[in-house]
Structures are given as C-alpha cells and as structure tokens.
C-alpha cells in the first residue's frame, strides 16, 4: 500500500529535550515536505526537499532541522523545543513540485512544556 | 508573490443543500490548484487538482471545482452536502519553488 508514515504520532517532551520525528515513504517519490498546522494558520511549510542531500527552508524553519540521506526517509529534527512548536506536523511527498498531488502522512502532535 | 486565499474561514450549509467553499490566488502566471480535505484526526486528501487541462474539474465524493483565470478564482462545490463532508478544506497554490496553502475553511453540516 502507497503510504506515507510518521513516528511517533503523539509526543510530549520538555524543554530543550532533542528530539527526531522520523518520515517514511514507500512511493519513489523525490519531494519531500514537513508542514505545521496551527489553528487559523493552515499549513505552513518548515522545510522540503528535491531529493537525496538536497534540502531547502519553507516559510517557518527556525528551530527545525532536516535531512535526506536516503530517498524514502526524510526525518524532522527539532535540536532544542520551546513551547512555541507545540502543534501539529505532517509529512507529505510527491514525484515533484507543480502539477503533482502531495500524499500527507497521519499526522504528529507534539507538545512542548 | 503567489498567494492563495480562502475567503471564509467557517461554512455551514444544512444536509441536502449545495456546498461552495471560495478561494481566490493571486498569481502573475496560471498555476497548479489543488483541493485537499482533512476529516478530524487525519493527515490531508486530495480532491481535485486544476493543471490547465481542463477548467472545470471532478474529484471524489461528488466535488467539483472550476478555475476562473478572469476572476483568480478556484471555489469548491458540491450538489448536496452529506453529513460526512464535515470536515476541513485547503484550498493549495503550486508553481515552481512554492506551495501555498490557504488558512483553510471548516465545514458544518446541519441535520
């Protein structure tokens, strides 16, 4: 089954407590994104990525990290959470940017105290 | 700078009637539209894509969405509404290095 997957789905953590979550793909595809949802903010795009090593910021990287050593994995790491990135965040992938629909992962709740 | 707006943050239209979600980009060139639905609890789906085939455009569970070039617009619709439409809708701009999503519209369903 073509799916994107997300670990873990739930997460509470502290303050300064580094944390992974991790992002998979089954699909080939080369675009990678990681995306917070805010209430009355819609999706914002932290960062994504063409392909293998290749990575950009979206609109609201600050505090985040990313890399794509492989094609189907594409981890979002946050080295330090404030409280500030409580939210919810998904992963999605395409075969590219444009015409192309995104296939979003289940979604991760995280919450920093 | 591309843009996609979603003209009402919340919609609520009674089971049976039609359903039009509004949204409107700002581009200087036509760009890729997509429309994705987020049921409570879940990631996104797609239910339509525009990519300049055709400007009236079908997609699942009875949606259809037609693009405006003159008015910029990309609104959702569907005939009659069932109590299962209840959910979130993103309204997605795509063109080169960009994907803008719209603040999204949520939709109430009343018996």
């Known amino acids: 089954e073509a799916q ?33 949802q805010d209430p009355g903010l819609g999706l914002r795009q932290i960062y994504y990525s063409m392909n293998v090593e ?5 609109d609201v990287p600050e505090g985040y990290k990313v890399s794509r050593k492989e094609k189907r994995n594409f981890p ?28 979003f992962g289940p979604g991760t709740r995280l919450t920093v105290t | 700078a591309q843009s996609v ?29 997509f429309w994705y639905v987020q049921h409570p609890n879940k990631g996104l789906q797609l239910l339509l894509k525009y990519t ?7 997609g699942i569970n009875g949606f259809e969405a037609e693009f405006k070039k003159s008015e910029t617009s990309f609104h959702l619709t569907k005939p009659s509404a069932h109590m299962s439409d ?11 290095d960009k994907i ?10 009343l018996p």
């Open chain 1, 4 to 36: 994107v997957t997300q670990n873990p789905r739930y997460l509470i953590t502290v303050t300064g407590k580094k944390l992974t979550v991790t992002c998979s793909q089954n699909m080939n595809h080369e675009y990678m994104s990681w995306y917070r």
């Open chain 2, 5 to 33: 707006t979603q003209l009402d943050s919340h919609v609520s239209v009674s089971e049976g009637t039609p359903v039009l979600l509004r949204c409107n980009y700002s581009s200087s060139y036509s760009p890729s539209l």
């Open chain 2, 52 to 58: 300049s085939a055709a400007t009236l455009v079908k």
């Open chain 1, 54 to 58: 290749v990575t950009d910021k979206g």
């Open chain 2, 100 to 109: 803008i999503f719209g603040k999204g519209t949520r939709l109430h369903i």
């Open chain 2, 86 to 96: 209840a959910a979130e809708y993103f309204c997605v701009g795509n063109r080169d």
């Open chain 1, 76 to 103: 979002l790491i946050l080295e330090s959470p404030s409280p500030n990135q409580t939210s919810l965040y998904f992963c999605a992938s395409s075969y590219g940017q444009g015409p192309y629909e995104q296939y």
